[in-house]
């Protein structure tokens, strides 16, 4: 297992006053490694130095930063196992959690963007109708801010919080990634793999460091990328919006799934089952409520509590030991109890779990959770539990469903299940969400061609496609006059009668012709 021990050059010898942080397994209580929390002052040197850092990597070029992170993807392949021991060290997740949606994410993200970053960041020659720049040459250029924010949560220390660097890296600028200090284990060991693939120092440094650490970075950069609570996720964006510097907000969710009676229920089972519980329901577009048609209900509601009833729930002890993880923040566990005891006393009825487990010898886990009896007074329904809870609700039919899809302050991620593809697209295009999968659920997260962002509350801007690299970049205007050109143009100085009317008479020409209707 990489502690931080082993890695010393993880601040690039910033030095820093604070305490050391420690970081536990969740699974078992114990102490893995201790990083520092670092202070305004050390943040700032960063900041410094990836300034000084940055005008040589851009000057790379695309070729030049592609090579370096193709090769991040094979040292990923090459070290996956001690980068997955890492990850579940300090998330308490299973060995599959860590490989399906952390490995498999991270080293096809390195792929796609060393070579989609030259399309998708490619100089545009753009035509125009204005006749005063007839000749000229026109270029749209994407060019990359410099100095790059990335603040990520616990849940996904490599998909969430690493996996933002490489679109940043790919498109020029350097990066300080600031790791939740639950988890940044995970980032420090990519940092010294991408060393090690020839990233030059300090085009990417790991700010190790509690809240206080992020702020610090918001204040220093010329873009945040933050990934997280929409609680956080404002008071990065009001800092933001103070320095006039842009933010993107990959915030919370409370994603609906819909279960039409024409739906195939034991695929639909099956999405239930996996997407709610996977991660131990730790995941921003994990299914967190359900909402199934009144004649197919009972059936979907004993086929899912089957599944959830036989998952087995504790510390990973290797691939296939477990399929449910521990809660990783120590906090989480008391949301996910407050949410079961709201729901209960409410009037709901727990199928199977509920209740938290916490072994004599260290560790937090809580049983895979099922929930029926439920309505909208409940927390479990309109709050983010992100836990391995499974809400199910009766609604009469599917205008319902959409209205109570639709009744919470988040947008994140969606589904509906029914053989009627054409009808579950309609209602997929109703639901106020940044994604919506039609028999399927999360899979739009792997498809980095396309965007991958929040509605209403769950986030501003996106990731992935072509605008999950651009907003690393400012757009700049480029407009080139060829050399044989007039030594003055018709419409400067000085100002006569005769030019005036010509160009008043040209504008009607062009613009004021036929009859307003
Ligand atoms: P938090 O908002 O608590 O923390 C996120 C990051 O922000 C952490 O690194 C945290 O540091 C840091 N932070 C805390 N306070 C500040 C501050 N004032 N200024 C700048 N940074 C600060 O989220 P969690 O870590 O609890 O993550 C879980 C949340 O993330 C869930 O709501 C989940 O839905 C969301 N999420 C969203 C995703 C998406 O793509 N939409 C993906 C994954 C998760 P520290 O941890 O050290 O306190």
Not at 198 to 203: A, H, I, K, R
């Amino acid at each position: 297992m990489a502690t931080v021990e082993q890695l010393p050059q993880a601040h690039n010898g910033v030095a820093h006053a604070g305490e050391e942080i420690p970081v536990e397994n969740p699974a078992t209580g114990e102490i893995v490694g201790t990083v520092p929390d670092l202070g305004a002052a050390a943040v700032a040197e960063m900041a410094r130095r990836a300034r000084a850092a940055q005008p040589a990597w851009e000057a790379y070029g695309f070729d030049g930063r592609g090579r370096i992170l193709s090769r991040a993807q094979k040292w990923l392949m090459d070290n996956s196992e001690r980068v997955i021991a890492t990850i579940v060290s300090e998330t308490g997740k299973t060995f599959e959690d860590a490989s399906l949606a952390e490995i498999g994410y991270a080293a096809n993200a390195f792929g796609f963007w060393a070579s989609h970053a030259p399309d998708y960041l490619a100089d545009e020659r753009v035509k125009s109708g204005q006749i005063l720049v007839t000749g000229k040459r026109l270029i749209l250029r994407y060019r990359p801010l410099g100095l790059i924010g990335v603040i990520g949560p616990w849940n996904y220390p490599l998909t969430n919080s690493f996996g933002d660097c490489i679109p940043a890296l790919a498109a020029g600028n350097s990066v300080i990634l600031k790791p939740s200090e639950v988890t940044p284990l995970t980032s420090l060991l990519m940092a010294e793999g991408l060393r090690e693939c020839g990233l030059p120092d300090d085009v990417l440094q790991i700010a190790t460091g509690r809240g206080e650490t992020g702020a610090a970075l918001v204040e220093e950069v010329d873009m945040i990328m933050f990934t997280g609570s929409t609680r956080t996720g404002r008071k990065v964006a009001e800092s933001a919006a103070r320095r006039l510097i842009p933010a993107s907000l990959e915030l919370g969710g409370k994603d609906p799934m819909i279960v039409l009676s024409d739906a195939d229920l034991e695929r639909a089972a099956n999405f239930a089952t996996y997407y709610s519980m996977q991660n131990a329901g730790q995941t921003c577009i994990s299914i967190e409520r359900v909402y199934v048609e009144e004649p197919v209900y009972d059936e979907f509601v004993a086929k899912v509590s089957d599944k959830v009833r036989a998952l087995r729930v504790g510390a990973p002890q290797g691939p296939g030991s477990v399929e449910v993880g521990a809660i990783t923040f120590p906090p989480q566990l008391e949301t996910i109890e407050a949410h079961v005891a709201d729901a209960v006393d409410r009037g709901a009825r727990v199928l199977t779990g509920g209740h938290a487990v916490q072994p004599a010898g260290g560790g937090r886990f809580y049983e895979p959770t099922v929930l029926v009896d439920v309505d909208h007074t409940m927390a479990c329904m309109t709050e983010e539990t992100f836990g391995p809870t499974l809400p199910i609700m009766r609604v009469a039919d599917a205008e319902e469903a959409v209205r109570l899809a639709n009744d919470s302050p988040y947008g994140l991620g969606a589904s509906v299940f029914t053989r009627d593809t054409e009808r579950g697209e309609q209602l997929a295009r109703r639901i106020e969400a940044g994604a919506a999968n039609v028999n399927d659920a999360l899979i739009n997260y792997t498809v980095l061609e396309l965007p991958m962002g929040g509605a209403k509350a769950s986030g501003l801007g996106s990731r992935h496609g072509a605008g999950g690299i651009r907003k690393y970049t400012s757009q700049q205007a480029i407009v080139v006059t060829p050399r044989l050109a007039l030594k003055r143009e018709p419409h400067m100085y000085p100002y006569k009668r005769r030019t005036t009317r010509m160009l008043a008479g040209l504008f009607k020409f062009l613009y004021g012709r036929g009859k307003r209707d």
